[in-house]
């Protein structure tokens, strides 16, 4: 089993933290996405809220399904999965615009040309469109696209939206509650608002993803796929993307390159009823399950009646032989949206997910601790313990 950190990445980011010490932590500290004093409206009551976000590197996975099927589609939804990673931290916040929206696409213009560059655009107008007759409005300020040939080996795919919000709307998962049910909305399944079903691995651990499932072909086929610095950890898995994904209806390639969902159409409708009850909202994204563990003091969260995890997450830990500990810190593993509410209004939230196709469930609980926060997980038989 290769180790996360040898392929040069971090699923907890401890060096980034420790870099942010002393910067200013904005309106509300220890929240989910930083809120700074309305700049534009100038008003007390509001706050400004601007952030960035990207498609990580499933873009090197597209960029090896295009070179193989000649399917430019797969850049259009790689604009899908940046801007939703984007849309769901800043639901986190309880933000629901009107958003706008800004982006950057970085090529190297010898591997990527001029027709992807205009897929990545359509993706985020028509992602945008999708969106608009569920109440979330997207307005586009247009962006930039660099040619970094020296930095960039295929592409990467960026975004960033600003909104602002009453200030009395914010929820500042800092306070999150203890005695308070935590609500997860499933990341699989196929959502009344989308096209195809969803394999549920959204846009993180792709570094993981790729090289765990892929085979030794792709290093010597795609060299440029990859950075030649971890070349003897590259692509050492069993499969191919045009492979069956056991346990799905999927291929290998279909499931990892499945469009990021976004929560904001059944969030908007929770957020209207619920905002008063809700004490945290987290976006399962880098760290996984273990998210939770970044906010609040003192606060012992219990999760144990996780979704079973969807089949391409299976297929990536029999691949690779990796933990469940190590599995639940770098994937979802079922669930991306997770909010900690009053027990009283659980059910009516999992009610108004199921309107939009999306399996809600109580995955666990909030209890007060007296030793800083703690997470307790039961899962594949298991039971694993985070401090």
């Not at 300020?141 to 040939?149: K, R, S």
């Not at 976004?262 to 976006?283: D, N, W």
């Amino acid at each position: 089993m290769v180790d996360y950190e040898a392929r040069g990445v971090s699923p907890h980011k401890l060096d980034v933290h420790n870099a942010l010490v002393g910067v200013d932590p904005g309106l509300f500290p220890g929240a989910f996405c930083k809120a700074i004093p309305d700049v534009l409206g100038a008003s007390p009551e509001h706050c400004y809220i601007l952030h960035a976000d990207g498609a990580g590197t499933k873009s090197s996975l597209a960029y090896l399904h295009y070179k193989r099927h000649g399917d430019i589609r797969v850049f259009e939804r790689l604009a899908q999965d940046s801007l939703a990673m984007n849309l769901d931290d800043l639901l986190c916040v309880g933000a629901v615009g009107p958003f706008a929206l800004s982006n950057i696409i970085g090529r190297n213009a010898r591997a990527i040309g001029g027709e992807v560059i205009a897929a990545v655009i359509r993706g985020y107008s028509d992602f945008a469109a999708s969106l608009r007759p569920h109440g979330v409005e997207i307005v586009s300020c247009g962006g930039e696209t660099a040619d970094l040939g020296d930095l960039v080996r295929t592409i990467t795919i960026d975004s960033t939206l600003a909104t602002r919000m009453l200030r009395a709307d914010f929820i500042d998962c800092a306070k999150v509650q203890p005695g308070h049910d935590l609500v997860g909305l499933a990341s699989f399944g196929r959502a009344g608002y989308e096209s195809i079903p969803n394999s549920g691995i959204g846009s993180n651990g792709f570094t993981s993803a790729r090289h765990d499932l892929l085979h030794s072909r792709f290093r010597t086929q795609f060299p440029e796929s990859f950075a030649p610095e971890i070349a003897e950890v590259a692509y050492t898995g069993p499969a191919d993307i045009d492979d069956a994904l056991p346990g799905s209806e999927m291929t290998v390639g279909d499931a990892l390159l499945s469009p990021t969902r976004t929560y904001a159409p059944i969030m908007l409708l929770v957020l209207e009823r619920f905002r008063q009850s809700i004490s945290a909202v987290f976006h399962n994204s880098g760290g996984g399950q273990t998210k939770c563990l970044n906010f609040g003091e003192n606060i012992r969260y219990i999760k144990d009646n996780l979704f079973e995890p969807p089949a391409i997450f299976k297929f990536i830990q029999s691949s690779a032989g990796r933990s469940m500990r190590e599995m639940l810190i770098v994937f979802n593993m079922g669930h991306r949206l997770e909010l900690a509410c009053d027990p009283s209004v659980s059910q009516e939230i999992i009610d108004i997910a199921a309107r939009f196709g999306v399996e809600g469930r109580v995955v666990g609980r909030t209890e007060r601790s007296t030793s800083g926060n703690s997470l307790h997980i039961a899962a594949g038989g298991e039971t694993i313990d985070y401090t």
